[in-house]
Structure formats: C-alpha cells, structure tokens
C-alpha cells in the first residue's frame, strides 16, 4: 500500500506539473497572440504612413515643377537676350539658373521617379544614345557644384564609342548622382566619366 500511495503521489505530481506546463504554453501561445495582433497592427499603421508620404513626396514634387520649369525658362530666355544685350557677367549668372535650376529638376525627377518605382510603374523609353553626349552634358551641369573645390571634371569616352539602346533621362540621372555624389566626397582631383 505504501508502494501504491507513492505511485498514486508521483502520477499526481506529473499531471500538476503537465497541468502547469500547460497553462504555461496557453499563456505563452495567448501573448504571442497578442505581440502579433500588436505587430500587424503597428505594420499596417506603418504602410499607411507610407503611401501617405509618397503622395505627399509626388504632389509636392509635381507642384515644384511648373514654377521651377518657368524659372528656368524665363531665365533661359534672359540669357538668349529676350531683353536686350547682357554683360557677360549676367549671362554666366543666367547660366547658373538655368544650370542650377535643370539640376533642381533633375532631383525633383528623381523623387517622382522614386514613388514610381514602388508602385512599380516606371516606364523606360529606350533609343539609341550617344553616351559622349549625356556625359558632356552632365559635366556642364555639374560645374555649379564645384563651389571653390579643387577638382577636374573630365570627359574621357570615345569619339567611337558606339551608341547604347538606353532610356536617356534615365542614364542622366545616373550619372548625375554618381557625379554630384563624387563631387560631394571629393576634395581636391578629379572627377571622371569613361567608358
């Protein structure tokens, strides 16, 4: 009998400890539960603000647009002489709108371009491009950047080179990030484009 009350004892010891081990897993399983509801709850309010601020990103950029375009037009038009004969000194600081202002542009662009690639709607319009061209171009529009920086901008592609089948906003943009952001973290050199 003692033999049996010891049986009976350990039998109800395992079933208060499998008891307890069980209520221990509902409680765990319940607050996982619980942190997850939390979690798809604070992910959801996260995307929201997403979207919220891409929207905001894309109409703003949309509404810089047109006052920036007529600031570089009219400065464009400036400096052709649509008002009369200018100093030099004018058409260099006319220059500079213009420069700075298609350099405006070109980041406004890349905002929009930004809200597009995640809704996934960017379209490219490839042709045949002259890649000398695009890096001349940059490296005019760029010089604005140098400030008193001791740096060489340099155009080293090919006369030969042939054209590449390319979306050509596309690759300014690329190419003036890449060269603003060499510009950025160079101090003194040079700055080059190949190919």
């Known amino acids: 009998s003692l033999y049996l009350l010891t049986l009976i004892l350990i039998i109800w010891a395992y079933i208060r400890a499998q008891n307890r081990k069980l209520a221990m897993e509902r409680a ?45 037009g009219l400065a464009d038009s400036l400096r052709d002489g649509s008002a009369g004969a200018l100093t030099e000194p004018a058409r260099r600081d006319l220059a500079t709108i213009v420069s700075c202002g298609k350099r405006l542009s070109s980041l406004i662009n890349d905002i929009l371009d930004y809200s597009r690639l995640k809704n996934s709607d960017l379209r490219l319009n490839r042709a045949g491009v002259d890649l000398r061209l695009v890096a001349e171009m940059v490296i005019k529009l760029s010089k604005p950047l140098l400030g008193l920086k001791d740096i060489k901008l340099i155009q080293a592609i090919p006369v030969d080179l042939p054209t590449v089948h390319v979306d050509e906003n596309r690759l300014m943009q690329i190419l003036h990030n890449l060269v603003g952001n060499a510009i950025k973290f160079t101090e003194k050199g040079h700055v080059k484009i190949g190919a």
């Open 28 to 72: 765990i399983n319940e607050r996982q539960r619980q942190v997850n509801l939390q979690q798809n709850e604070v992910n959801e309010r996260l995307r929201k603000l997403d979207r919220f601020k891409d929207e905001i990103l894309a109409n703003t950029s949309h509404e810089l647009r047109t006052p920036l375009n007529g600031i570089i």
